[in-house]
């Protein structure tokens, strides 16, 4: 009898301690504890005025939990659920976007997974919230807090943070979602695809510097072939077998004019100093190249378009595509480095057949006025008309009658000056307008 009475006792002290009993935690208890938190953050708001990305944080969370019922959204008593999964794993893995993944709180987040307090899984779950917002707000716009000056403009988009949780926590494919916030074209993916290859690169070390020299040309002997046959078969570019010789033979001679044009670089196969710098980039700031054009490509719109024009800047050619294919390519003519082409995207609204040019103020002061200074009739010669200001009711004035020594560049900048159509007129036959802001537009 005393064996049984001291076993009885025994088996309850078991029962007690077991983490299923001690640490259960019931839905009504994490939904109190979510209110008491999202009281706290909203109190903490106006502390928080100076810190504007804490502030708007805060303000995301109280009107996500407030416009959704003020109940965990991630997690229940029992744990993390599905979507809770899929987004830590994507979360994990945003390096590949070139994201940082701690800034999403990885870590804390993974420590407080088997978590089974009540404190623990609403940690969690107001962390994971946090995270998919910033995701998202980093996916959709990116994550630059700034993105205007004078040569770069895309307008940051405003982040609808409880509309676009609805429609997360509502999707019945929620990794789809997810993949859905990133640009979906594929400038962007070939980008993301190219990252990991770079990135295996310069933790290994890159690839060996070519040596400056004379320019090599297909068919020549030079002793650097040898290490710029290994330079590119490092990158995936060069695929035959390296052999002993040192001639610049025709299989490289094809992998030199690929290199070339996708450095944007002239395919003429000569091996110069502009190809060999290229060549002499180092892996890990390609890397860095490859990230930072990840970021621009989330600045702009997502969605292309069927139809759109690409202009690339810097390397002096637009195409037009259609339907995700090539339709016209062609040479053109950008801004210099004292007058540099702005970097942005807008709608093609309408165009001009025939147009006149209005000059803008800038070139009447920086060009026009030495040509007038030194021949009075410049303007007649090249059909551009005087008028006495910008206005409508502006009158048409006789260069001749003007001495344009004596005219300073502040006061020519208010004249308006205007090329009538023709052979002459430096827009050509077409304009195509998008209006924009530096009143740049495009023309034959």
């Not at 416009?67 to 959204?73: A, N, Q, R, S, V």
């Not at 976007?97 to 997974?113: A, C, M």
């Not at 206005?391 to 004249?415: D, H, M, T, Y």
Request: glycine content about 6%; aromatic content about 10%.
């Amino acid at each position: 009898m005393l064996k049984t009475l001291l076993f009885i006792p025994f088996l309850f002290s078991i029962f007690f301690i077991s983490p299923e009993t001690v640490f259960a935690t019931t839905a009504e208890e994490l939904s109190l504890l979510l209110c008491d938190r999202v009281e706290q953050c909203s109190a903490e708001l106006s502390a928080l005025q100076g810190n504007k990305e804490s502030h708007t944080m805060k303000r995301w969370l109280v009107d996500i939990y407030d416009k959704t019922g003020l109940h965990p959204l991630w997690v229940t008593q029992d744990g993390p659920g599905e979507k809770a999964a899929i987004l830590l794993s994507v979360l994990k893995k945003s390096a590949m976007e070139g994201f940082v993944p701690e800034q999403y709180k990885v870590n804390r987040i993974t420590s407080l997974w088997d978590g089974k307090t009540a404190e623990e899984l609403i940690d969690l779950d107001t962390l994971l919230t946090f995270a998919f917002v910033m995701y998202a707000h980093d996916a959709q716009g990116g994550r630059a807090p700034s993105r205007k000056n004078n040569f770069i403009s895309t307008p940051t988009p405003a982040l609808e943070a409880t509309a676009l949780v609805k429609a997360a926590l509502s999707s019945p494919d929620f990794s789809q979602f997810l993949a859905g916030l990133l640009p979906p074209h594929r400038y962007y993916k070939n980008l993301r695809a190219a990252l990991p290859n770079y990135q295996i690169l310069a933790a290994a070390g890159g690839w060996a510097s070519i040596e400056g020299g004379k320019s090599i040309h297909p068919g020549e002997e030079d002793p650097r072939i040898q290490t710029i046959k290994k330079r590119l078969q490092v990158e995936g570019i060069f695929q035959s077998a390296i052999t002993d010789t040192t001639v610049y033979d025709e299989d490289l001679v094809q992998a030199v004019t690929r290199f070339q044009l996708r450095h944007g670089l002239a395919g003429d196969g000569v091996i110069g100093k502009l190809t060999i710098a290229a060549m002499n980039i180092p892996a890990q700031e390609k890397v860095r190249k490859i990230i930072i054009n990840l970021e621009r490509w989330r600045w702009e719109a997502h969605d292309l378009g069927q139809k759109y024009v690409l202009v690339d800047i810097a390397g002096f050619t637009l195409e037009a595509i259609a339907d995700d294919t090539v339709a016209l390519e062609m040479a053109i003519v950008v801004g210099t480095q004292q007058n540099k082409t702005p970097l942005f995207s807008d709608l093609i609204q309408y165009i001009e057949l025939n147009p006149f040019w209005n000059i803008p103020a800038s070139i009447a002061r920086n060009e026009m006025l030495g040509e007038l200074r030194k021949n009075p009739r410049y303007l007649t010669s090249n059909h551009i008309r005087l008028f006495s200001d910008w206005s409508s009711e502006a009158r048409e004035i006789n260069p001749l009658s003007i001495n344009w020594k004596q005219v300073s560049p502040k006061k020519i900048g208010q004249f308006k000056l205007r090329q009538d159509p023709g052979k002459k007129n430096a827009l050509g036959s077409i304009k195509f307008v998008f209006p924009n802001s530096y009143d740049v537009y495009m023309h034959d």
